[in-house]
């Protein structure tokens, strides 16, 4: 077994996940980049090891149980270890509560909820054996705030947060710490494509005067997983300029 940390970033082909995914490749850890779209994880997974690291891209369906055990099984049989889990990948279906329909509401459970509930169920196996390990788990500041025409989302992302607290009471005399960044406005190709009109607007919320990078949510993540934060857990860390205090 390497001496090296492992690391598995759920959604992790692209946008934060992707950026959190090269940050820990730098930081000299092997990355496990888990993504629905694996054409995007293998992209994502030369880049890391091209930055010196030995990486594993592999197709995941977080909402099922399967492809996850598969997931997990793959990577203790490469690295025999586990140490970090973040749980990024999310969807959105947005739209008004009146109109929304039953299979965006529990789509959208499915992906952000109920795909952390299942890769930490099968992680935490592995960390507690180890009596070691980090889950940072991916909320938003909409699910502290609430977002018209996100009632789906903004449940998904407040149940992330509960559970993430709840968890880590469980596993923190295990030598485990669980914890969640919730970042705001993140500057991706959704916020790019928006008209100046809206983007300007969208600015004028945040103190900070400016949309966020997924590589400052990268860096929170980084802090969360370190030895600096041992004694840290069942906290959420916002990362959102200013917009929600």
């Known amino acids: 077994m390497s001496d090296r940390k492992v690391a598995i970033v759920t959604g992790g082909g692209q946008g934060i996940g992707r950026a959190i995914a090269l940050d820990f490749a730098e930081a000299g850890i092997d990355v496990v980049v888990a993504d629905i779209n694996l ?25 099922d149980a399967g492809s996850v055990e598969a997931m997990v099984e793959k990577v203790s049989e490469k690295y025999g270890r586990i140490d970090y889990l973040i749980n990024n990948a999310g969807i959105t279906r947005d739209g008004l509560l009146m109109r929304m329909g039953d299979d965006a509401w529990q789509a959208v459970l499915d992906i952000n909820l109920t ?11 592995v960390m507690m054996k180890q009596r ?31 559970f993430t607290k709840s968890l880590a ?19 991706t190709a959704m916020t790019d494509a928006l008209p100046d009109k809206a983007r300007e607007e969208l600015v ?37 300029g200013g917009m929600y205090m």
């Open 39 to 63: 054409e995007a994880a293998e992209a994502t997974a030369a880049e890391a090891a091209a930055a010196g690291c030995t990486p594993l891209p592999c197709r995941l369906d977080v909402a």
């Open 115 to 125: 795909g952390t509930y299942l890769c930490s169920k099968a992680v935490i196996r």
């Open 132 to 162: 070691d390990g980090r889950i940072v788990n991916i909320s938003s500041v909409v699910g502290a705030m609430g977002n018209a025409g996100q009632t789906n989302y903004a449940a998904s992302k407040a149940g992330v947060v509960g």
């Open 169 to 187: 009471r469980e596993v923190a005399a295990r030598g485990i710490t669980v914890n969640a960044v919730a970042p705001g406005f993140i500057q």
């Open 204 to 240: 004028n919320l945040i103190p900070n005067g400016r949309l966020g990078t997924p590589e400052d949510v990268a860096a929170a993540v980084r802090f969360l997983v370190s030895e600096d934060a041992s004694y840290i857990t069942g906290q959420v860390l916002h990362v959102n």
